[in-house]
Protein backbone atom coordinates (compact mmCIF):
# COMPACT_ATOMS: atom_id res chain seq x y z
CA UNK A 1 0.00 0.00 0.00
CA UNK A 2 1.32 3.81 -1.04
CA UNK A 3 2.43 5.60 1.55
CA UNK A 4 1.55 9.10 2.01
CA UNK A 5 2.57 11.72 3.80
CA UNK A 6 0.62 15.30 5.17
CA UNK A 7 3.44 17.64 7.41
CA UNK A 8 1.25 20.13 9.43
CA UNK A 9 2.88 22.72 12.17
CA UNK A 10 0.90 25.19 13.98
CA UNK A 11 2.24 27.91 16.33
CA UNK A 12 0.80 30.43 18.74
CA UNK A 13 -1.24 32.89 17.59
CA UNK A 14 -4.51 32.06 18.61
CA UNK A 15 -5.04 32.39 22.87
CA UNK A 16 -4.99 29.42 25.16
CA UNK A 17 -7.58 26.78 25.82
CA UNK A 18 -8.69 25.43 28.99
CA UNK A 19 -6.72 21.58 28.52
CA UNK A 20 -4.13 19.87 26.77
CA UNK A 21 -6.01 16.81 27.56
CA UNK A 22 -8.74 18.02 24.77
CA UNK A 23 -6.30 19.03 22.46
CA UNK A 24 -4.59 15.87 22.51
CA UNK A 25 -7.97 13.98 22.47
CA UNK A 26 -9.33 15.93 19.57
CA UNK A 27 -6.32 14.96 17.46
CA UNK A 28 -6.43 11.72 18.16
CA UNK A 29 -9.94 11.39 17.19
CA UNK A 30 -9.43 13.51 13.94
CA UNK A 31 -6.56 11.20 13.30
CA UNK A 32 -8.18 7.64 14.20
CA UNK A 33 -11.19 8.67 11.85
CA UNK A 34 -9.40 8.82 8.90
CA UNK A 35 -9.68 12.45 8.52
CA UNK A 36 -6.83 14.58 6.89
CA UNK A 37 -6.01 17.60 9.06
CA UNK A 38 -4.00 20.51 7.31
CA UNK A 39 -3.51 24.05 7.79
CA UNK A 40 -5.02 26.38 6.04
CA UNK A 41 -3.10 28.56 4.41
CA UNK A 42 -6.09 31.85 4.02
CA UNK A 43 -6.78 31.39 7.38
CA UNK A 44 -5.27 32.54 11.25
CA UNK A 45 -2.56 30.46 12.59
CA UNK A 46 -4.15 28.04 15.02
CA UNK A 47 -7.45 26.64 12.91
CA UNK A 48 -7.48 23.21 12.06
CA UNK A 49 -8.93 22.26 8.28
CA UNK A 50 -10.55 18.94 8.96
CA UNK A 51 -10.89 17.53 5.15
CA UNK A 52 -12.78 13.96 5.08
CA UNK A 53 -12.95 12.22 1.79
CA UNK A 54 -17.17 11.63 1.88
CA UNK A 55 -18.13 14.89 3.59
CA UNK A 56 -17.69 18.49 2.95
CA UNK A 57 -14.78 21.12 4.07
CA UNK A 58 -15.43 22.64 7.69
CA UNK A 59 -13.03 23.72 10.16
CA UNK A 60 -12.70 24.00 13.86
CA UNK A 61 -10.02 25.91 16.16
CA UNK A 62 -7.71 24.01 17.89
CA UNK A 63 -8.13 23.40 21.62
CA UNK A 64 -4.58 23.71 23.88
CA UNK A 65 -3.24 25.00 26.82
CA UNK A 66 -0.49 27.25 27.49
CA UNK A 67 2.08 24.90 27.66
CA UNK A 68 1.68 23.39 24.53
CA UNK A 69 3.06 26.29 21.97
CA UNK A 70 2.97 24.07 18.93
CA UNK A 71 2.02 20.81 17.56
CA UNK A 72 3.48 18.92 14.50
CA UNK A 73 1.85 15.68 13.37
CA UNK A 74 1.76 13.51 10.19
CA UNK A 75 -1.08 10.82 9.13
CA UNK A 76 0.60 7.73 6.84
CA UNK A 77 -1.76 5.31 5.44
CA UNK A 78 -5.50 6.86 4.78
CA UNK A 79 -6.22 7.56 8.03
CA UNK A 80 -5.75 3.92 9.52
CA UNK A 81 -1.81 4.40 10.75
CA UNK A 82 -1.23 7.39 12.72
CA UNK A 83 1.74 9.00 14.08
CA UNK A 84 1.43 11.74 16.36
CA UNK A 85 4.31 13.87 17.85
CA UNK A 86 3.64 17.20 19.96
CA UNK A 87 6.49 19.39 20.78
CA UNK A 88 6.76 21.71 24.35
CA UNK A 89 8.13 25.05 23.14
CA UNK A 90 8.16 28.17 25.30
CA UNK A 91 8.25 31.99 24.39
CA UNK A 92 12.21 31.79 24.64
CA UNK A 93 12.36 29.37 21.94
CA UNK A 94 9.88 31.25 19.42
CA UNK A 95 12.03 34.18 19.90
CA UNK A 96 15.31 32.78 19.27
CA UNK A 97 13.45 30.94 16.04
CA UNK A 98 12.12 34.47 15.31
CA UNK A 99 15.81 35.84 15.49
CA UNK A 100 17.52 32.81 13.73
CA UNK A 101 14.71 34.01 10.42
CA UNK A 102 15.73 37.21 10.91
CA UNK A 103 19.28 36.76 10.66
CA UNK A 104 18.85 34.22 8.12
CA UNK A 105 16.77 36.82 6.03
CA UNK A 106 19.97 39.08 6.39
CA UNK A 107 22.81 36.97 5.30
CA UNK A 108 20.63 36.06 2.06
CA UNK A 109 19.98 39.56 1.54
CA UNK A 110 23.92 40.90 1.85
CA UNK A 111 24.56 37.68 -0.68
CA UNK A 112 22.16 39.14 -3.41
CA UNK A 113 23.60 42.38 -2.47
CA UNK A 114 27.54 41.40 -3.28
CA UNK A 115 26.22 39.40 -5.98
CA UNK A 116 24.12 42.16 -7.40
CA UNK A 117 27.61 44.66 -7.24
CA UNK A 118 29.67 41.56 -8.71
CA UNK A 119 27.76 41.64 -11.38
CA UNK A 120 27.27 45.56 -11.66
CA UNK A 121 31.00 45.83 -11.54
CA UNK A 122 31.20 42.90 -14.62
CA UNK A 123 29.27 44.82 -16.52
CA UNK A 124 30.69 48.12 -16.03
CA UNK A 125 34.62 46.50 -16.39
CA UNK A 126 35.61 47.13 -12.83
CA UNK A 127 35.69 43.84 -11.80
CA UNK A 128 39.44 43.94 -9.71
CA UNK A 129 41.81 41.45 -9.16
CA UNK A 130 39.93 38.99 -11.36
CA UNK A 131 39.00 36.93 -8.43
CA UNK A 132 35.57 37.62 -9.09
CA UNK A 133 35.54 36.68 -12.09
CA UNK A 134 37.81 33.82 -11.65
CA UNK A 135 34.79 31.83 -9.91
CA UNK A 136 33.20 31.52 -13.21
CA UNK A 137 33.22 29.19 -15.88
CA UNK A 138 36.52 30.80 -17.14
CA UNK A 139 38.85 29.96 -14.42
CA UNK A 140 42.32 28.28 -14.85
CA UNK A 141 44.56 28.96 -17.42
CA UNK A 142 42.05 28.67 -20.15
CA UNK A 143 40.71 32.17 -18.83
CA UNK A 144 43.87 33.88 -19.98
CA UNK A 145 42.13 33.87 -23.57
CA UNK A 146 39.10 35.59 -22.07
CA UNK A 147 38.96 38.75 -23.72
CA UNK A 148 36.62 40.23 -20.25
CA UNK A 149 39.47 39.69 -18.19
CA UNK A 150 41.55 42.34 -19.46
CA UNK A 151 38.95 44.90 -19.65
CA UNK A 152 39.07 45.23 -15.94
CA UNK A 153 39.46 48.80 -14.07
CA UNK A 154 41.00 50.01 -10.83
CA UNK A 155 39.19 52.53 -8.67
CA UNK A 156 40.62 55.01 -8.66
CA UNK A 157 40.34 57.64 -6.09
CA UNK A 158 42.36 60.51 -7.27
CA UNK A 159 42.33 62.91 -10.01
CA UNK A 160 44.51 64.07 -13.30
CA UNK A 161 46.15 66.56 -11.52
CA UNK A 162 47.76 63.59 -8.81
CA UNK A 163 48.66 61.59 -12.06
CA UNK A 164 50.39 64.22 -13.59
CA UNK A 165 52.50 65.20 -10.48
CA UNK A 166 53.73 61.81 -10.29
CA UNK A 167 55.00 61.49 -13.57
CA UNK A 168 56.56 64.99 -13.68
CA UNK A 169 57.77 64.39 -9.86
CA UNK A 170 59.22 60.86 -10.95
CA UNK A 171 60.79 62.32 -13.80
CA UNK A 172 62.51 65.46 -12.48
CA UNK A 173 63.58 63.01 -9.41
CA UNK A 174 65.23 61.09 -12.21
CA UNK A 175 67.02 63.77 -13.75
CA UNK A 176 68.26 65.32 -10.59
CA UNK A 177 69.26 62.47 -8.98
CA UNK A 178 71.91 61.11 -12.06
CA UNK A 179 72.65 64.25 -12.97
CA UNK A 180 73.08 66.19 -9.48
CA UNK A 181 72.67 64.99 -5.99
CA UNK A 182 74.51 61.77 -6.43
CA UNK A 183 77.91 63.16 -8.45
CA UNK A 184 77.79 65.92 -5.48
CA UNK A 185 77.45 63.09 -2.96
CA UNK A 186 80.66 61.29 -4.72
CA UNK A 187 82.69 64.39 -5.04
CA UNK A 188 82.11 66.30 -1.99
CA UNK A 189 81.00 63.56 0.32
CA UNK A 190 83.69 60.88 -0.92
CA UNK A 191 85.98 63.04 -2.36
CA UNK A 192 86.07 60.63 -5.56
CA UNK A 193 87.03 62.07 -9.74
CA UNK A 194 84.64 59.94 -11.71
CA UNK A 195 86.94 60.62 -14.92
CA UNK A 196 89.27 58.55 -12.79
CA UNK A 197 87.42 55.62 -12.40
CA UNK A 198 87.96 52.27 -14.24
CA UNK A 199 85.57 49.72 -15.54
CA UNK A 200 84.40 48.31 -11.77
CA UNK A 201 84.11 52.03 -10.20
CA UNK A 202 81.85 52.88 -13.16
CA UNK A 203 79.52 50.08 -12.92
CA UNK A 204 79.53 50.27 -9.15
CA UNK A 205 78.73 53.97 -9.67
CA UNK A 206 76.19 53.12 -12.00
CA UNK A 207 74.98 50.80 -9.26
CA UNK A 208 74.55 53.82 -6.93
CA UNK A 209 73.02 55.55 -8.85
CA UNK A 210 70.07 53.08 -9.55
CA UNK A 211 69.36 52.80 -6.38
CA UNK A 212 69.21 56.43 -5.37
CA UNK A 213 66.86 57.06 -8.15
CA UNK A 214 64.64 53.52 -6.80
CA UNK A 215 64.25 55.10 -3.27
CA UNK A 216 63.81 58.44 -4.15
CA UNK A 217 61.33 57.62 -7.53
CA UNK A 218 59.00 55.63 -5.17
CA UNK A 219 59.18 58.05 -2.17
CA UNK A 220 57.76 60.48 -4.95
CA UNK A 221 54.94 57.96 -5.86
CA UNK A 222 54.02 57.08 -2.26
CA UNK A 223 53.60 60.96 -1.37
CA UNK A 224 51.49 61.56 -4.43
CA UNK A 225 49.04 58.56 -3.13
CA UNK A 226 49.39 58.57 0.59
CA UNK A 227 46.34 60.53 1.53
CA UNK A 228 44.23 58.03 -0.65
CA UNK A 229 45.53 55.09 1.03
CA UNK A 230 42.07 54.80 3.43
CA UNK A 231 40.47 54.72 0.14
CA UNK A 232 42.73 52.43 -1.60
CA UNK A 233 42.71 49.86 0.84
CA UNK A 234 39.38 50.09 2.29
CA UNK A 235 37.45 47.27 0.19
CA UNK A 236 39.52 43.84 0.07
CA UNK A 237 39.53 43.43 -3.79
CA UNK A 238 41.29 46.77 -4.15
CA UNK A 239 44.48 45.94 -5.45
CA UNK A 240 46.89 48.61 -5.71
CA UNK A 241 50.76 48.02 -5.80
CA UNK A 242 50.19 44.19 -4.55
CA UNK A 243 53.16 42.04 -4.71
CA UNK A 244 52.24 38.57 -4.05
CA UNK A 245 54.33 35.96 -3.75
CA UNK A 246 51.82 33.30 -2.80
CA UNK A 247 50.64 30.22 -5.17
CA UNK A 248 53.30 30.60 -8.29
CA UNK A 249 51.86 27.81 -10.09
CA UNK A 250 48.18 27.83 -8.95
CA UNK A 251 46.43 29.75 -12.24
CA UNK A 252 43.21 29.34 -10.43
CA UNK A 253 44.61 32.62 -8.51
CA UNK A 254 46.51 33.80 -11.22
CA UNK A 255 49.61 32.25 -10.41
CA UNK A 256 52.48 34.20 -11.08
CA UNK A 257 55.47 31.97 -12.15
CA UNK A 258 52.84 30.40 -14.54
CA UNK A 259 51.87 33.81 -16.05
CA UNK A 260 55.55 35.06 -15.72
CA UNK A 261 57.07 32.39 -17.78
CA UNK A 262 54.07 32.92 -20.35
CA UNK A 263 54.90 36.64 -20.20
CA UNK A 264 58.38 36.67 -21.11
CA UNK A 265 58.03 33.74 -23.88
CA UNK A 266 55.42 35.87 -25.44
CA UNK A 267 57.82 38.75 -24.99
CA UNK A 268 60.04 37.14 -27.76
CA UNK A 269 57.18 36.91 -29.82
CA UNK A 270 55.80 40.11 -30.07
CA UNK A 271 59.19 41.79 -30.00
CA UNK A 272 59.97 39.63 -33.43
CA UNK A 273 56.90 40.21 -35.05
CA UNK A 274 57.21 44.43 -34.04
CA UNK A 275 60.58 43.86 -35.81
CA UNK A 276 59.35 41.80 -39.05
CA UNK A 277 56.63 45.29 -39.55
CA UNK A 278 59.49 47.89 -38.98
CA UNK A 279 61.79 45.96 -41.69
CA UNK A 280 58.49 45.56 -44.11
CA UNK A 281 57.34 49.16 -43.79
CA UNK A 282 61.26 50.35 -44.77
CA UNK A 283 61.15 47.52 -47.46
CA UNK A 284 57.75 48.76 -49.00
CA UNK A 285 59.29 52.54 -48.74
CA UNK A 286 62.66 51.60 -50.29
CA UNK A 287 60.48 49.67 -53.55
CA UNK A 288 58.54 52.86 -53.72
CA UNK A 289 61.49 55.11 -54.24
CA UNK A 290 63.25 52.47 -56.38
CA UNK A 291 60.17 52.84 -59.01
CA UNK A 292 59.97 56.60 -58.59
CA UNK A 293 64.10 56.45 -59.36
CA UNK A 294 62.64 54.05 -62.50
CA UNK A 295 60.49 56.63 -63.74
CA UNK A 296 62.69 59.25 -63.37
CA UNK A 297 65.62 58.78 -62.86
CA UNK A 298 67.19 61.91 -63.57
CA UNK A 299 65.77 64.19 -61.06
CA UNK A 300 65.28 62.00 -58.18
CA UNK A 301 68.32 59.84 -58.02
CA UNK A 302 69.95 62.82 -56.32
CA UNK A 303 67.65 63.55 -53.77
CA UNK A 304 66.93 59.71 -53.19
CA UNK A 305 70.32 59.15 -52.60
CA UNK A 306 70.68 61.79 -50.12
CA UNK A 307 67.94 60.90 -48.24
CA UNK A 308 68.87 57.40 -48.19
CA UNK A 309 72.26 58.18 -46.61
CA UNK A 310 71.61 60.74 -44.31
CA UNK A 311 68.86 58.04 -42.70
CA UNK A 312 70.91 55.35 -42.74
CA UNK A 313 73.59 58.23 -40.79
CA UNK A 314 70.86 58.86 -38.21
CA UNK A 315 70.14 54.95 -37.68
CA UNK A 316 73.80 54.52 -36.88
CA UNK A 317 73.80 57.11 -34.53
CA UNK A 318 70.22 56.88 -32.61
CA UNK A 319 70.90 55.75 -29.46
CA UNK A 320 69.76 52.51 -28.02
CA UNK A 321 69.01 51.41 -24.26
CA UNK A 322 72.17 49.01 -24.52
CA UNK A 323 74.82 51.94 -26.33
CA UNK A 324 75.37 53.04 -22.33
CA UNK A 325 76.35 50.24 -20.79
CA UNK A 326 78.41 48.42 -23.33
CA UNK A 327 81.16 49.72 -23.24
CA UNK A 328 80.93 48.02 -19.57
CA UNK A 329 79.86 44.58 -21.27
CA UNK A 330 83.10 44.90 -23.29
CA UNK A 331 85.52 44.81 -20.62
CA UNK A 332 83.58 41.23 -19.29
CA UNK A 333 84.75 42.03 -15.37
CA UNK A 334 82.74 39.77 -13.26
CA UNK A 335 82.09 43.06 -10.72
CA UNK A 336 81.04 45.00 -13.76
CA UNK A 337 78.83 42.58 -14.91
CA UNK A 338 77.49 41.68 -11.50
CA UNK A 339 76.23 45.04 -11.18
CA UNK A 340 74.72 45.55 -14.51
CA UNK A 341 72.59 42.76 -13.71
CA UNK A 342 71.50 44.45 -10.47
CA UNK A 343 70.61 47.26 -12.33
CA UNK A 344 68.99 46.22 -14.68
CA UNK A 345 67.62 42.60 -13.28
CA UNK A 346 66.35 44.18 -10.34
CA UNK A 347 66.04 48.03 -9.80
CA UNK A 348 65.12 48.79 -12.75
CA UNK A 349 62.17 46.55 -12.80
CA UNK A 350 61.00 47.11 -9.40
CA UNK A 351 61.12 51.16 -10.19
CA UNK A 352 60.11 51.44 -13.92
CA UNK A 353 56.97 48.94 -13.01
CA UNK A 354 55.78 50.29 -10.05
CA UNK A 355 55.63 53.56 -11.58
CA UNK A 356 54.35 52.94 -15.52
CA UNK A 357 51.70 49.39 -14.53
CA UNK A 358 51.53 50.29 -10.93
CA UNK A 359 50.55 54.06 -11.08
CA UNK A 360 50.09 55.33 -14.63
CA UNK A 361 48.58 52.57 -16.09
CA UNK A 362 46.28 51.80 -13.16
CA UNK A 363 45.48 55.62 -12.72
CA UNK A 364 44.84 55.96 -16.73
CA UNK A 365 41.61 53.20 -16.23
CA UNK A 366 39.99 56.19 -14.42
CA UNK A 367 39.37 57.59 -17.87
CA UNK A 368 40.49 55.26 -20.68
CA UNK A 369 39.62 51.65 -20.95
CA UNK A 370 42.02 48.71 -19.67
CA UNK A 371 43.71 47.91 -23.22
CA UNK A 372 43.64 51.90 -23.99
CA UNK A 373 45.35 52.50 -20.58
CA UNK A 374 47.74 49.45 -21.47
CA UNK A 375 48.92 51.08 -24.94
CA UNK A 376 49.37 54.43 -24.05
CA UNK A 377 51.07 53.72 -20.69
CA UNK A 378 53.62 51.81 -23.14
CA UNK A 379 54.14 54.43 -25.16
CA UNK A 380 55.53 56.68 -21.94
CA UNK A 381 57.32 53.90 -21.07
CA UNK A 382 59.02 53.88 -24.79
CA UNK A 383 59.47 57.74 -24.53
CA UNK A 384 61.27 57.58 -21.48
CA UNK A 385 64.16 55.05 -22.21
CA UNK A 386 65.52 57.98 -24.78
CA UNK A 387 66.34 55.35 -26.70
CA UNK A 388 64.73 56.28 -29.93
CA UNK A 389 66.00 53.28 -32.12
CA UNK A 390 64.73 51.01 -29.70
CA UNK A 391 61.46 52.49 -29.09
CA UNK A 392 58.96 50.12 -31.18
CA UNK A 393 60.16 47.04 -29.52
CA UNK A 394 59.80 48.74 -26.26
CA UNK A 395 56.80 50.05 -26.87
CA UNK A 396 55.54 46.40 -27.30
CA UNK A 397 57.35 45.19 -24.58
CA UNK A 398 55.36 47.87 -22.52
CA UNK A 399 52.08 45.82 -24.02
CA UNK A 400 53.14 43.08 -22.19
CA UNK A 401 53.80 44.01 -19.68
CA UNK A 402 50.98 45.89 -18.80
CA UNK A 403 48.62 43.32 -20.08
CA UNK A 404 49.80 40.99 -17.81
CA UNK A 405 49.33 43.56 -14.73
CA UNK A 406 45.85 43.93 -15.72
CA UNK A 407 45.27 40.03 -16.21
CA UNK A 408 46.81 39.20 -12.26
CA UNK A 409 47.01 42.69 -10.42
CA UNK A 410 50.12 41.74 -9.55
CA UNK A 411 53.40 43.25 -10.03
CA UNK A 412 55.49 40.54 -9.64
CA UNK A 413 54.21 39.27 -13.01
CA UNK A 414 55.69 41.98 -14.98
CA UNK A 415 58.28 42.84 -12.76
CA UNK A 416 59.42 39.19 -13.22
CA UNK A 417 58.69 39.42 -17.03
CA UNK A 418 60.75 42.56 -17.10
CA UNK A 419 64.11 41.13 -14.99
CA UNK A 420 64.15 38.56 -16.82
CA UNK A 421 64.46 40.16 -20.35
CA UNK A 422 66.79 42.60 -19.35
CA UNK A 423 69.24 39.88 -17.83
CA UNK A 424 68.25 38.04 -20.86
CA UNK A 425 69.59 40.67 -23.22
CA UNK A 426 72.51 41.46 -21.07
CA UNK A 427 73.48 37.72 -21.41
CA UNK A 428 73.18 37.42 -24.84
CA UNK A 429 75.04 40.33 -25.70
CA UNK A 430 77.70 39.23 -23.21
CA UNK A 431 77.90 35.93 -24.77
CA UNK A 432 78.05 36.72 -28.30
CA UNK A 433 80.85 38.98 -27.32
CA UNK A 434 82.83 36.06 -25.53
CA UNK A 435 81.95 34.27 -28.62
CA UNK A 436 83.36 37.25 -31.28
CA UNK A 437 79.91 36.99 -32.95
CA UNK A 438 78.32 40.35 -31.86
CA UNK A 439 78.86 41.37 -35.37
CA UNK A 440 77.03 38.84 -36.82
CA UNK A 441 74.25 39.10 -34.61
CA UNK A 442 73.51 42.95 -35.91
CA UNK A 443 74.60 44.01 -32.07
CA UNK A 444 75.18 47.96 -32.33
CA UNK A 445 78.72 48.72 -31.91
CA UNK A 446 80.76 46.01 -33.84
Known sequence: MRRSTFPCSFSSSYPSYPSS?????SISALASSGKRVIRSKERPKGVVVVQNHRSPRYEEPLSRSSSYQSFSFQLYGRGRRTYVSRARRNDGDDEEEVEKEQQQQQQQQQQQQQKNVIFQDMLEGRVRGGSKMLK???????????IAQYR???????????????????????????????????SQALGLDRSQFDVEQQAQYLLLVQVAETVISLGIVY????????EMFSKPENDWFRIDF???????????????????????????L????????????????DSQIANDPSSTIDAISAASASATTAKVQEAGTIDGVL??????????????????????????ETVFRGFLLASLTKWLPAPGAVVFSSFIFGFAHLAPRDFPELVALGCVLGFSYVRTRNLLVPMFIHSCWNSGVLVLVLVAIHLGVADELGIPGF
Open 21 to 25: SSSSS
Open 136 to 146: GPSSGIGSVLD
Open 152 to 186: SKWDVPWGGWTVFGGIVGWLTSFVLTAAVLVPLFV
Open 223 to 230: ACVAKYKD
Open 246 to 272: SHPLDTSKNGWLVYGISGYLLTFVVVA
Open 274 to 289: TGFAIESTQEVVQSIQ
Open 327 to 352: PLIKSEDPVAVGSLLAVTSVFAPLLE
